[in-house]
């Protein structure tokens, strides 16, 4: 049955049916089922850990590729805190102190990065007063010290048991870790295989779908293109390399073949004649019977067919073209794209980052005694990615003023209270309302005192207000 032929109902059963198999079978249905679109292409079907790993060390755009999203995201570290007021509460003071001892934000980044190489990664913790192994629970402790903080990818982690119980909360996820520690030494690279339990790390895992534990690798989507584009620049290299020098031709005079002259070619002298041209500083060749003749370089510019597969790229993990092309290129994107960009990194922030790197991490941190139990509900506020200038400060200040001007002299508390306003409104959040309201409230009795000093001063009396 010919595509042409298909009617559009039997176009859709087609295209539901491709949709449960496999891509490259969709592909070979849709196209040519005599042919294989990966092995034709010399394509890796099935890429696993060890191929992203290879590609992210050796391609530097696949580099690119697992970093952007990470690199734009941590450019400022959120704001952890339990309440708005200047004293440091026990958990704020012991969360800085920590953050500025072990830098534990980059540490956070970085873990980040590496866990979009592959399906997962973790961040593992090691704490003092610890008489277990690694591979067992941490013990329950009301204060350790954090010892280090180390970061792994899949590349070096296997997970060895899942939780199989059904009533509990850690159902299908890791239990134990086996972790390859790998070691420089004088004498060579190392290894040195622990199991590590879950209690004792931090699992990230981007790009997740169905599973809670394994996402996909950042490079997972764009692999093809990343191996296309190491064949293009791979390519132009090698045709740069062969194409430079023009070659040359050697040829025998055809009108004396026709004449009937025998003709012997020294292939031994011209070989050394050209090996002193190449080689060496001879600006010339010195032959008989034969004339040489340059031929004319095959080199072409492989900067479109580059740009068309960076694009593609850029595309598929939805990243404005000039911002994945780095920062000079970046400059010239224009304010939507700026601000679009801004709003996706905005995005992950708090629905990737918050919930399932910083957040746990915290957690995880508390539960070994290294953090105390802060008091009150945590916070946590990433930095304004779009940060106005002074002048659209001003701006907002001076509608934000005239709003609250219009407020009070209009009257409008009858209908809805100072700090639903605030809140609703004007977009302060409830802690900050709270803060502004108690700050009037203090402003208005130094003014009411202020008053009643002036008028006994002048030996008069405040009258009373009316009933």
Known sequence: MELLHLTGNQVRALLTANALSSRSASLSALLDGRRDIDT???YISEPGPNDFNLMYQKEGVAKRVVHIWPDECWQEDPIVYETLK???TTFEKAWKELVEEYDLFAVMAQAD???GIGRYGIILFGVDNDRGNLN???????ARKLLYARTFDESVLTIEKYENDLKSARYGKPEQYNVNFAENTAGGSTSLNSSVHWSRCVHLADNRRMSDVLGESRMRHVFNRLQDIRKILGGSAEMFWQGAFPGLSFEVDPNLLAAGATIEVDTTAIKAELQNYVNGLQRYLSTTGVSVKSLAP????????????MKAIAVSIGVPFRVFMGTEEAKLAS??????????????????????????????????GVLPQPEKKLTIKWPDMLTPSDQEKAEVAKVRTEAMKNYIEGNVEALMDKKNYLTRELGYSEEEADILLETAAEL????DQKTTAILAKKGLAKPKEKK
């Open 136 to 142: 067992q629970p941490v013990a329950k402790a009301k």
């Open 86 to 88: 200047p004293e440091l």
């Open 444 to 447: 208005d009795v130094m003014d």
């Open 298 to 309: 095959q080199v072409a510019d492989p900067s479109h067919h580059l740009e068309e597969q």
């Open 113 to 115: 990065r590496i866990s």
């Open 335 to 368: 304010n939507q794209d700026t601000r679009s960009w801004s709003k996706r990194l905005k995005h992950r922030q708090n629905k990737y980052l918050t919930p399932f790197v910083v957040r746990p991490t915290i957690d995880r941190l508390i539960a070994m």
């Open 40 to 42: 034709e292409c010399g």
